[in-house]
């Protein structure tokens, strides 16, 4: 079945501690991205990758790193976690830039 | 930035078409109108894009005015699966173009049984 993976889907810490979202998609897809939705500011997106090692800034990047080794992932990597990246986070993956995206199931991180 | 705007919400009754509004007066030349939809819980899931001619696929039509400012998504026959929040967001079709990707805040589609 094509999907797209998030883990954890639910995740509480405490600020300063560094955290991994993982994020793979099964479905050969160039293009994936990282989105995070808060309650009035609807989706916004945090870093997206092109391809493999190809990856840029969406508009909300500040706090947070991502790389892209292979093809399937695409971690979101929080290096010392603040209360205000709180917030539910979904990873989405499509063929090219332009095309139908595809979202995972979503990963609540709260942050005390 | 390119925006969108979507009533907040709207109410159907099952079984009878739907047809949900978006409003894009700065949409350029190039951009494509993509529609996706968020179930409880649930990520996004993509609808239907288009350019500038009507489109139709196995879940909804796309209508697109003539000028371009507007669009309207149709469901056709509206089931209790389709309460969602519907989101009208326009994509140039190409990365790097440092513009905001705004999704706003949808329009939340209520269906009575």
């Known amino acids: 079945e094509a999907q797209v993976t998030q883990n954890p889907r639910y995740l509480i810490t405490v600020t300063g501690k560094k955290l991994t979202v993982t994020c793979s998609q099964n479905m050969n897809h160039e293009y994936m991205s990282w989105y995070r939705q808060d309650p009035g500011l609807g989706l916004r997106q945090i870093y997206y990758s092109m391809n493999v090692e190809v990856t840029d800034k969406g508009d909300v990047p500040e706090g947070y790193k991502v790389s892209r080794k292979e093809k399937r992932n695409f971690p979101l990597i929080l290096e010392s976690p603040s209360p205000n990246q709180t917030s539910l986070y979904f990873c989405?993956?499509?063929?090219?830039?332009?095309?139908?995206?595809?979202f995972g199931d979503g990963t609540r991180l709260s942050i005390l | 930035d390119a925006k969108t705007t979507q009533p907040n919400s709207m109410e159907s009754n099952e079984e009878e078409p739907v047809h949900l509004p978006c409003n894009h007066s700065?949409?350029?030349?190039?951009?494509?109108i993509h529609w996706y939809r968020q179930l409880p819980s649930q990520g996004p899931e993509y609808v239907i894009h288009g350019l500038t001619s009507n489109v139709n696929n196995r879940m909804a039509s796309l209508a697109i005015a003539e000028d371009r400012k507007s669009s309207t998504l149709i469901l056709h026959r509206a089931t209790l699966r389709d309460a969602a929040v519907y989101y009208c967001?326009?994509?140039?079709?190409?990365?790097?173009?440092?513009?905001?990707?705004?999704w706003g805040l949808g329009t939340s589609l209520a269906v009575n049984p």
């Open positions: 700065t949409i350029s030349g190039t951009d494509y």
């Open positions: 989405a993956s499509s063929p090219g830039y332009n095309q139908p995206q595809h």
């Open positions: 967001i326009l994509r140039l079709p190409w990365a790097g173009n440092n513009r905001k990707l705004i």
